[in-house]
């Protein structure tokens, strides 16, 4: 048998994640703001083996007369997997995971928006997801406030999020996708960073009240760091500093 | 306190400055906090914080004047695309009086038209009007779109940017406050200037661009007569 010992084991004796993490480390992150011609605003991000594409259009005409608010914008959302984004290829088209992650992002970027700038608007919003591993709400949402910050849309804060939760009885930042299927819980956030305001919070699985306290505390701490590569990547897009 | 410098560049969220400062466009005030809602940049004037974005749509304003296209011929009245959330309307009788004649035959689906915002009511209508000076439909000419907010950098200080361009390319420029801008002149000075418009829109933000707009005009147009010049001594050689 052939043991592999790697200077990472020795420095977080208490790291058993499968891909050699600290329990508190982001898997490699990379956004970049503007990607698209025809859309208003754009981003792309590679999250780990995440790759997620988001494009914003809007605000714009409304014509839907059901679902047009007279005081402020609509805020529309759609969230697809590629077919080829799985291992097993995926059946495209909307289903009731999509359909629920389109409806909760919605929900997590629109306290951020100045809806009430634009009555009687939408603005839509596109997440498409090219690969996925693990966290691919969380990848949707942080591109989706960087596409909308890029379409000149005024807001409060850019929302970002990021996952934490337990595996192998530990509490950990980011889950991957294997810390996803096989861990006992997962607790996907979204905040405000600026003022900490928590916009999107969900639970999968089991956890004591300390273990969830400590879960959410890695992840709004792993948010605080995605927050930092979004404002460098729309600094980027215009010459940077 | 102020936390930023003038010109930087923000993203939304940023904190400007904390205590006694006035939020001025594209910014808001959470508690003492001055915060930029946009991206893009700061200007600071005594003790009011503004930030102009680089990215807009138009939001339209009674007075304005604007470019847009016809979209559809009601019984009374042409939707006009205005390149906004908001479409357009021109009442017919802004353009018959009160008789009433074949609508198609004034204006048809795909026509430019220049025009004045005329009123904008609480449901957001956009009421529009040809009663000025101007204003009317443009016949053949290049149609070239920009950010809204970049209108005032184009026009430059009291038109200085706008009239150089006029001067040096010899063709009719008309700019719409929502962005749509009309060029018509000679087909090659017309290309001319759809590149200079689209380099201003890509270098807003930065400084000393007049000049360098008149260097890349006199570059590119010297280039024009050096061709044309080259095109007369080879017909001579042919001869």
Redesign the interface.
Known sequence: MITIITNRDLEAKNSERPDGRAYNELRPLKIEAGVLERA??SAYLEFGDNKVLAAVY????FHIRRFLK?NMAVLRCRYNMAPFSVEDRKRPGPDRRSLEISKLTSEALSP?V?LEK????SIDVFIEVLQAEGGTRCAGITAASVAL????I?????VVACAAGKANGQVIMDLSEWEDKEGEADVPVAI????GEITLLQMDGQLTKDEFEQALDLAKEGCMKISEE??KA??NR???? | MILVEDK??V?????LAEGEYYAGR?T?K?ETKV?S???GLVAIRDNKISVL?????Y?PKRGDVVIGKITEVRFSMWNVDINS???GILPASDVFGREKRDMNKAFDVGDILFMRVVDVDE??KVKLGLKGRGLGKFRGGLLVEI?P?KVPRLIGKKGSMINMIKDHTKCEVVVGQNGLVWVKGKPEMERVVENVIKTIEAEA?TSGLTDRVRDMLNQLLGNEEDKEEEEQYEEELIQ
Do not use: N, W
């Not at chain 1, 405000?192 to 003022?195: A, G, L, Q």
């Open positions: 208003d605003g809007g605000p714009r005409e007279p951020a100045f634009f009555p009687r608007s910050a890029d379409a000149g005024p807001m409060r804060d850019m405000m960073p600026r003022t979004q404002k729309i600094k215009y010459g940077g500093d | 930087d560049i993203v939304p969220g940023e904190v594209g808001f959470d915060c809602a946009l991206v974005p680089l990215q807009s749509k939001i959330p908001y479409s449901v957001k950010t907010t933000h």
